[in-house]
């Protein structure tokens, strides 16, 4: 019997990890906030086996009883949904804290009811860096927490979401009878599954689309961690497969600046507009996936998963001339 379910299965990254369990002989129970959405989540619906094995229920974080259903039968869960914001959030309690921590909370306590077995609990990278008492020139591994308050103080509301949501659960793991384990992935990048943006990809199409950036042709050469979605996706499969999977896993491929990242895109795809002049900015992101690749955890190559994506965005017509940025993201 193996029958998963997936929060938030219309998102970015939970698209991709429905799309692998599907391929694996999975049965999916999927939850999504509006089934009928079909911009949202009409994508989920023509995925390969979608039709024989994939189950959408209504549910939202802040509802216990609608994942208690979602979860029934499940012997394991993997927590994808949280929201992640593209832009300055007014209310971040309303908007970030509660459906990320109380979220977070009504889905371990389903868990326990539904007697589920596991539980695989997506975190952030975000959970990990803000830390300004770790050495700079230092990898940062799973030891190395965000200090919530630092995080306060420069209004980094979605990193104190995901940092109390992350300790609660290894707090909840220590106590309760459920196997539970946290992954912390980099900044995602690679192509959508699904038609409406997310942040995160907002951000890489702003590499190459002027008008998606404040600074025009300048643009702060940002030392930033990525990893593939679709190497994610994997990661998150395999701490949910492997018996010997524990704690928490940091998910990071690589850490680059922008300015050397814009300079692949640009080899392969000449013809786009993308930044000139670079101003300097200190600091660095340099996270340690160790634990994850001695778990058996692989990832592709940067120029890769540049090609997949840009070819995404091309056929997704977000690059053709005259487009305009998109206003709208998928929070
Ligand atoms: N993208 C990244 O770079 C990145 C990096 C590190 C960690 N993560 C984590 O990865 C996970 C997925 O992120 P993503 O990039 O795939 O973002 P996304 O595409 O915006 O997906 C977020 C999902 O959360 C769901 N959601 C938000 N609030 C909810 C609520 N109250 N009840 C039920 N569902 C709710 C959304 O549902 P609707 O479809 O109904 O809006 C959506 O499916 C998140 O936990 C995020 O923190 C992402």
């Given at each position: 019997?193996?029958?998963?379910?997936?929060?938030?299965?219309?998102?970015?990254v939970?698209?991709?990890?429905?799309?692998?369990?599907?391929?694996?002989?999975?049965?999916?129970?999927?939850?999504?906030?509006d089934?009928?959405?079909?911009?949202?989540?009409?994508?989920?619906?023509k995925?390969?086996?979608?039709?024989?094995?994939l189950?959408?229920?209504?549910?939202?974080?802040?509802?216990?009883?609608?994942?208690?259903?979602a979860?029934?039968?499940?012997?394991?869960v993997?927590?994808?949904?949280?929201?992640?914001?593209?832009?300055?959030?007014?209310?971040?309690?309303?908007?970030?804290?509660?459906?990320a921590?109380?979220?977070?909370?009504?889905v371990l306590?389903?868990?326990?009811k539904?007697?589920?077995?596991?539980v695989?609990?997506v975190?952030?990278?975000s959970?990990?860096l803000?830390?300004?008492?770790?050495?700079?020139?230092?990898?940062m591994?799973?030891?190395?927490?965000t200090d919530?308050?630092?995080?306060k103080?420069?209004?980094?509301?979605?990193?104190?979401?995901?940092?109390?949501?992350?300790?609660?659960?290894?707090?909840?793991a220590?106590?309760?009878?459920?196997?539970?384990?946290?992954?912390?992935?980099?900044?995602?990048?690679?192509?959508?599954?699904?038609?409406?943006?997310?942040?995160?990809?907002?951000l890489?199409?702003?590499?190459?689309?002027?008008?998606?950036?404040?600074?025009g042709?300048?643009?702060?050469?940002?030392e930033?961690?990525?990893?593939?979605?679709?190497?994610?996706?994997?990661a998150?499969?395999?701490?949910?497969?492997?018996?010997?999977?524990e704690?928490?896993y940091?998910?990071?491929?690589?850490?680059?600046?922008?300015?050397?990242?814009?300079?692949?895109?640009?080899?392969?795809?000449?013809?786009?507009?993308?930044?000139?002049?670079?101003?300097?900015?200190?600091?660095?992101?340099?996270?340690?996936?160790?634990?994850?690749?001695?778990?058996?955890?692989?990832?592709?190559?940067?120029?890769?998963?540049?090609?997949d994506?840009?070819?995404?965005?091309?056929?997704?017509?977000?690059?053709e001339?005259g487009k305009?940025?998109?206003?709208?993201?998928?929070?």
């Amino acid at each position: 019997m193996n029958r998963v379910c997936v929060t938030g299965a219309g998102g970015y990254v939970a698209s991709w990890v429905v799309k692998l369990l599907l391929s694996k002989g999975y049965t999916v129970h999927g939850t999504v906030r509006d089934p009928c959405n079909e911009e949202k989540n009409g994508h989920l619906k023509k995925l390969k086996n979608a039709e024989e094995r994939l189950h959408l229920f209504k549910a939202d974080l802040l509802d216990y009883e609608s994942l208690c259903d979602a979860f029934s039968g499940c012997i394991g869960v993997l927590h994808v949904a949280s929201p992640v914001p593209g832009r300055h959030v007014s209310n971040p309690q309303l908007e970030l804290l509660d459906p990320a921590i109380l979220g977070t909370q009504n889905v371990l306590n389903a868990c326990l009811k539904a007697k589920v077995e596991k539980v695989v609990v997506v975190s952030s990278g975000s959970a990990v860096l803000w830390n300004p008492e770790w050495p700079s020139d230092k990898e940062m591994d799973e030891s190395c927490w965000t200090d919530i308050k630092y995080a306060k103080s420069l209004d980094q509301w979605y990193a104190v979401s995901k940092t109390l949501a992350e300790i609660e659960t290894l707090e909840f793991a220590k106590q309760d009878d459920l196997t539970v384990v946290t992954i912390c992935p980099s900044i995602v990048i690679g192509p959508m599954l699904q038609s409406t943006i997310n942040a995160t990809s907002l951000l890489l199409l702003s590499y190459i689309k002027e008008e998606g950036r404040s600074g025009g042709v300048t643009m702060e050469n940002t030392e930033r961690p990525y990893v593939d979605v679709r190497d994610l996706s994997e990661a998150i499969l395999l701490v949910f497969e492997n018996p010997k999977s524990e704690g928490r896993y940091i998910c990071s491929a690589y850490s680059i600046r922008t300015k050397e990242f814009v300079a692949k895109m640009e080899t392969v795809f000449p013809e786009y507009n993308y930044p000139k002049i670079f101003s300097e900015k200190s600091g660095r992101a340099l996270l340690n996936s160790k634990k994850l690749i001695n778990l058996g955890w692989n990832y592709r190559p940067v120029e890769e998963t540049i090609v997949d994506t840009v070819k995404n965005y091309e056929e997704a017509g977000f690059l053709e001339k005259g487009k305009p940025f998109p206003s709208t993201i998928r929070f």
